[in-house]
């Protein structure tokens, strides 16, 4: 056999990959059995043996091209299938008492706000930070001794200062410690779902004017009056 058209030829398959692909493909590997076939030595043919394996190979990496394409088809449709149970599960949300993972609170005029956390263990001390849509701080207040699992905390709406803060958004921090000792802590948003909002980026709800991610409900339950 030729082994100087094989290479040549290999050459010219990896060049015409390019960057695009380190490895033979279906049709590079086939052109390469050909040129085997066809540069053998007459007087040395290839062994029927090794002709029949490599014929083998070339099946296997048919297959596999096969079922790799099968699995991306089916990846596919799975992604199609998750947005859109996930789209019609947050249709019925509407209207539907929602718990959900949030930092941001709204605060209305003349009115005070619940801040809902959990801790995981039990704290001697929790600290509140209240900062608004800018980012600046507003309010810092600390509580003692917070057992662990779900509490509120009250924000009367006004500033360390004492001033009656706008109406609007607000975030709010929790640092929760125990001599010292950081507890892990969680804060929620609750209320109705009054609209939801699809985009590029997911799907969201709607809950006393807090936008909230659908991934990021906890517990959902029947409409409640507020």
């Given at each position: 056999m030729n082994v100087d058209s094989v290479n040549s030829l290999s050459a010219f398959a990896n060049a015409q990959g390019g960057s695009k692909k380190s490895e033979l493909g279906q049709q590079e590997f086939l052109q390469?059995?050909?040129?085997?076939?066809?540069?053998q030595d007459p007087i040395n043919p290839m062994d029927g043996a090794q002709f029949a394996s490599q014929l083998a190979q070339f099946n296997s990496v048919e297959q596999l091209i096969s079922v790799n394409g099968g699995?991306?088809?089916?990846?596919?449709?799975?992604?199609?299938?998750?947005?859109s149970l996930?789209?019609?599960?947050?249709?019925s949300l509407t209207g539907k008492h929602v718990k959900a993972l949030s930092?941001?609170?709204?605060?209305?005029?003349?009115?005070s706000?619940?801040?809902?956390?959990k801790l995981?263990?039990?704290a001697t001390e929790v600290e509140?930070?209240?900062r608004s849509e800018s980012g600046s701080e507003v309010r810092r207040e600390t509580v003692q001794g917070i057992a662990s699992g779900e509490s509120t905390w009250v924000w009367d709406g006004k500033s360390s200062n004492g001033d009656r803060m706008a109406d609007g958004n607000y975030t709010v921090e929790v640092r929760a410690t125990t001599d010292g000792t950081p507890v892990d802590s969680l804060v929620y948003v609750e209320g109705n779902v009054d609209k939801v909002r699809y985009s590029g980026n997911g799907v969201f709800l709607s809950l006393n004017n807090v936008q909230v991610a659908i991934g990021d409900v906890e517990e959902v339950g029947p409409g409640k009056e507020e």
């Open positions: 390469l059995l050909v040129a085997q076939m066809r540069n699995l991306k088809n089916l990846q596919s449709s799975q992604q199609m299938m998750s947005a996930t789209n019609s599960m947050a249709a930092n941001e609170i709204h605060l209305a005029s003349g009115e706000t619940n801040v809902q956390y995981n263990n039990s509140f930070i209240i």
